[in-house]
């Protein structure tokens, strides 16, 4: 059980060009979910959290203009890195919990980004 | 900002026990402490979570201290597939925000 899906597993695309990125909860409802990105060598970085119908709260420094959450069902939450660019390459990481306290957060396989 | 520190590396023989010690002296009350571990290009795999008592499943064992400000996740009896980064996370149970630390990068040796 507990099984998220994410998809692309990789993407590579032309600098200015973007990009979504697809969370899915397989098997449970998702209340909330959240986004990481983690650079190589690196530790996760959270980037946001995002509840089911409500705007995603974005962690400081991270710009909610160049990178659009939406979370629009139980089971599904999106990610577009707009206008990419080199510096936006990086391992991106979804989460998601279900609604009961004391569940633990359910990691996707992320996405490679690999902007030329 | 990470709340916990963790040793950044560790060996352990094959089929011994690995003891992964984990630090979060300023977690409060509310807060459970998770442990997750990464293989190189794939997301975190949940491992195991407790908030004071001691808990066990099919994978690990998690020892909380009492004054809670410390914790080891054990793994009974490493294989070669358990080497990883071991991220010890401690957050709340309502807002659940994990903020990552460095973790323990885990080499199970022959």
């Known amino acids: 059980g507990a099984v998220v899906s994410q998809h692309p597993s990789r993407v590579i695309c032309k600098s200015g060009t973007s990009v979504k990125i697809e969370c899915r909860s397989l098997?449970?409802?998702?209340?909330?979910m959240f986004w990481y990105r983690q650079f190589p060598k690196k530790s996760l970085m959270l980037m946001a959290t995002?509840?089911?119908?409500?705007?995603?709260?974005?962690e400081q420094g991270v710009e909610k203009d160049k990178f659009l959450i939406n979370h629009a069902s139980l089971t599904l939450s999106t990610l577009t890195v707009t206008s990419a660019h080199p510096e936006d390459s990086s391992f991106y990481i979804c989460?998601?919990?279900?609604?009961?306290?004391?569940?633990?957060?359910?990691f996707g396989d992320g996405t490679r980004l690999s902007i030329l | 900002d990470a709340k916990t520190t963790q040793p950044t590396s560790m060996d352990c023989a094959e089929g011994r026990a690995a003891n992964l010690p984990c630090n979060h002296s300023?977690?409060?009350?509310?807060?459970?402490v998770y442990w997750y571990r990464q293989i190189h290009s794939q997301g975190p795999q949940y491992i195991i979570h407790?908030?004071?008592n001691n808990e066990t499943n099919e994978m690990a064992s998690l020892i909380i201290t009492e004054d809670r400000k410390s914790s080891t996740l054990i793994l009974p009896h490493a294989t070669l597939r358990d080497t990883a980064v071991y991220y010890c996370?401690?957050?709340?149970?309502?807002?659940?925000?994990?903020?990552f630390g460095t973790g323990t990068s885990l080499t199970v040796i022959p």
């Open positions: 989460s998601a919990r279900g609604g009961a306290s004391n569940q633990p957060q359910h």
């Open positions: 098997d449970f409802q998702a209340t909330t």
């Open positions: 995002s509840n089911e119908g409500s705007k995603a709260t974005y």
């Open positions: 300023t977690i409060s009350g509310n807060e459970y």
């Open positions: 407790g908030l004071k």
């Open positions: 996370i401690s957050a709340t149970n309502t807002g659940n925000q994990f903020y």
